[in-house]
């Protein structure tokens, strides 16, 4: 058990749709990665966001945002869901990330999301 | 651009024999760089990590990879594969002089365990 948990596990929602993806980091975590993992793509970073800002993007689709909360817990929203959303969506977690010191990341299990 | 590489898709060996799994990289500067493993429905655990210093480092589970600057590789190694093994395997890096910590994943490796 990596500390970093995610909800829900699993998703199943039809195209057009809006979700939420939540992830509550390891205690004391000040940053939270989204990354999203599909047959197609692999394993791709979407966005970061530390202590409550965000501080990296990647391949987010502008239908995508995410935003991280006071608490440190973030969610990912996905909205006017396409087929090709379906992957599964993992959480991490790290202290902080201060060049040139590096933190491990942990990853949460993932929310696996099928879009009919 | 930023890569990371695994040339082999898919690998099978037989239980007790040894394992090598290739990674190459393609960043400005060495980057840092880990070895995930995540199993069927399972989450990504991390095996090792290189920052810099010894270019042989071990991991969790028996686990080695060695980093080889002149050939941009970091290839990871068992000596003996035990049935539990079997999983998918990502390489993966994160530039060393940046504040995202952002992970760039290979495509990662199947590996079957034949009994």
């Known amino acids: 058990d990596s500390g970093v948990t995610q909800t829900p596990k699993h998703l199943i929602t039809a195209t057009g749709q809006r979700v939420t993806l939540r992830c509550s980091p390891r205690?004391?975590?000040?940053?939270v990665y989204w990354y999203q993992q599909s047959l197609d793509q692999g394993l791709q970073f979407l966005i970061q966001y530390y202590n409550g800002e965000e501080r990296a993007k990647g391949n987010i689709l502008e239908r995508f945002s995410a935003q991280q909360f006071p608490d440190l817990h973030s969610e990912l929203n996905l909205s006017s869901l396409e087929l090709g959303d379906s992957a599964l969506y993992f959480c991490a977690s790290s202290v902080v990330r201060e060049a040139p010191s590096y933190n491990e990341q942990f990853f949460g299990p993932g929310t696996r999301l099928t879009v009919l | 651009a930023q890569s990371v590489t695994q040339p082999d898709i898919h690998i099978t060996v037989s239980e007790g024999a040894s394992l090598e799994l290739r990674c190459n990289y393609s960043?400005?500067?060495?980057?840092?760089l880990f070895w995930y493993v995540q199993s069927p429905g399972q989450g990504l655990q991390l095996l090792l990590k290189y920052f810099s210093g010894d270019t042989l480092v071990q991991g969790i589970k028996g686990f080695e990879a060695e980093f080889k600057r002149s050939q941009s590789s970091f290839n990871l190694r068992k000596p003996s594969v035990h049935w539990s093994d079997a999983a998918e395997y990502f390489c993966a890096a994160a530039e060393s002089s940046s504040n995202t910590g952002k992970l760039i994943f290979g495509q990662g490796t199947t590996l079957q365990v034949k009994p």
């Open positions: 205690s004391g975590d000040l940053s």
């Open positions: 960043y400005g500067a060495t980057p840092y």
